[in-house]
Nanobody, 118 residues
Framework: QVQLVETGGGLVQAGGSHRLSCAAS????????MGWFRQAPGKEREFVAR????????FYADSVKGRFTISRDNAKNTVYLQMNSLKPEDTAVYYC???????????WGKGTLVTVSS
């Protein structure tokens, strides 16, 4: 079992920056990829970014390329999502996930709400 806890949600002004954190615990060796997803009101959940736990390999959705950065701290078993140049359309519940690949994300956090005001 793997437990994921997201922190850092809140209200942010458009054009500003914010950072989300995801702390992993439990059988973390069973996962090799961690990522961020989001779900806006009335929309389907969408992929945002992913990173390999032991190998530096990042991938981003087109909608956030150049604005968001995913990073990791192996010593803390924590993954971050740095969000810059935020837009109102970035408003969503952000979820941390982990698994063997982006197509097999078996563990999910409860989500944290990020609201971007105009």
């Amino acid at each position: 079992q793997v437990q994921l806890v997201e922190t850092g949600g809140g209200l942010v002004q458009a054009g500003g920056s914010h950072r989300l954190s995801c702390a992993a615990s439990g059988r973390t060796l069973s996962t090799s990829v961690m990522g961020w997803f989001r779900q806006a009101p009335g929309k389907e959940r969408e992929f945002v970014a992913r990173i390999s736990w032991s190998v530096s390999s990042e991938f981003y959705a087109d909608s956030v390329k150049g604005r968001f950065t995913i990073s990791r701290d192996n010593a803390k078993n924590t993954v971050y999502l740095q969000m810059n140049s935020l837009k109102p359309e970035d408003t969503a519940v952000y979820y941390c996930a982990a698994g063997s690949s982006i197509y097999n994300m078996n563990y999910w956090g409860k989500g944290t709400l990020v609201t971007v005001s105009s």
